[in-house]
């Protein structure tokens, strides 16, 4: 059954924040100033953005950075967020400082894209990527990626802006990493994570397709972003290495850990974004980090900044069925582009990231946590 209703928020009293809910906004606004810094956003004055997924993670930390921005053009900018389910209190909290529509509904039925109102910059952050979720949302998963980045892209005009946002997942079954814009993965469809894949690989191929209409769409392949605006049922690696160090004072492993993954912290990556929107002259960008570490050097990483003991399995299995074993992509055409990243080092994002879930983890337990 579709379900569809819309929530404008606006200026909202903020003084009777609790410490933990405060703290939690205090990281996900210094995050979108940090990603801000550099950006000329002068030519979004005056238009209408749309942003799919803004309850998830990228979505949220890019829902925010919209916000600072409708601030700084002195409120010239008209903000739309596409959720699937209720915002969570941090998001609402922040969004209630500025002006911002919710439509709260599921972006694979037509009749809640047809809901939508037309904006001129439209970025589709909305997606299934979590390992778990993914076995239970296939259809809904190659729907999001290619029915509904259709739909997008036909609501839009010649000059409109569109940003996809792809994966690294899309280089699975190569070798020799770093991989680099010009190559595409092996997978069969048969592959555990094929939704997952195929629909990634699919709206990128939609949006070059409406680049020859006029549209400015560019994907982005994003690799392992992380840091504050996850929810606390999150089941990547990270955040599962997190939430059990908080419950139990103790990490365990599923495999031995040996798979490589290169991160990238969340306001590097919204800093990457934003100027690939804005500015980016080509059709498809990778976007990823310098942070290179094995799932098991990262497990224990954060049990030494959570004092949380580590535990691997008896056997030597070498990775979970279905995931990569090393991921790590090339950024040098964005490099080219624009110049060096100057990234958050990764002590700091893991230090952020720790307090971020050490915030939630008490917001659930408050009043505005259970909205």
């Not at 942003?51 to 008209?78: P, W």
């Not at 070798?175 to 709206?203: L, M, S, V």
Request: with cysteine; glycine share 8%.
């Amino acid at each position: 059954m579709h379900s569809c209703c819309h929530t404008t928020l606006s200026m909202g009293n903020t003084n009777s924040l609790t410490g933990s809910l405060q703290a939690a906004i205090e990281l996900l606004k210094q995050d979108a100033a940090d990603a801000l810094r550099g950006v000329s956003f002068e030519t979004l004055r005056g238009s209408k953005v749309l942003v799919t997924g803004a309850s998830g993670f990228v979505g949220s930390h890019l829902l925010t950075t919209l916000l600072k921005m409708q601030k700084e053009l002195n409120g010239d900018l008209s903000i739309y967020a596409a959720v699937r389910r209720q915002a969570p209190p941090w998001l609402a909290s922040i969004c209630a400082e500025g002006l911002v529509t919710f439509y709260e509904g599921d972006l694979s039925q037509a009749a809640f894209l047809s809901s939508l109102p037309t904006a001129d910059v439209v970025i589709h952050a909305a997606t299934y990527g979590q390992p778990g979720r993914l076995a239970d949302n296939s259809d809904l998963t190659l729907k999001l990626n290619t029915l509904s980045t259709f739909y997008l892209l036909d609501r839009l005009r010649p000059g409109d802006r569109f940003l996809f946002l792809s994966s690294s997942e899309v280089y699975g079954g190569l070798t020799d990493p770093p991989f680099h814009e010009e190559q595409i993965g092996t997978t069969n469809t048969t592959h555990p994570r094929a939704c997952y894949i195929e629909g990634k690989r699919c709206g990128e191929a939609i949006c070059s397709a409406y680049r020859t209409k006029g549209i400015d769409a560019k994907a982005v392949r994003l690799c392992h972003a992380y840091g504050p605006g996850t929810r606390s049922d999150d089941q990547r690696a990270m955040n599962s290495f997190i939430e059990m160090a908080l419950r139990e004072k103790r990490i365990t492993l599923l495999d031995a850990g040996l798979a490589r993954r290169s991160y990238c912290y969340i306001s590097d990556a919204g800093a990457m974004l934003w100027r690939i929107l804005l500015m980016g002259k080509d059709a498809l960008y990778n976007v990823g980090g310098d942070y290179r570490t094995t799932i098991a050097e990262l497990a224990q990483r954060i049990g030494a900044i959570m004092d949380a003991v580590v535990v691997k399995p008896q056997d030597d299995r070498r990775s979970m069925p279905g995931a990569s074993y090393e991921v790590e992509v090339s950024i040098a055409r964005y490099e080219n582009e624009f110049g060096g990243l100057k990234s958050v080092d990764p002590n700091e994002g893991l230090r952020r990231t720790v307090a971020w879930h050490e915030a939630i983890r008490q917001i659930a337990t408050e009043p505005q946590g259970r909205l």
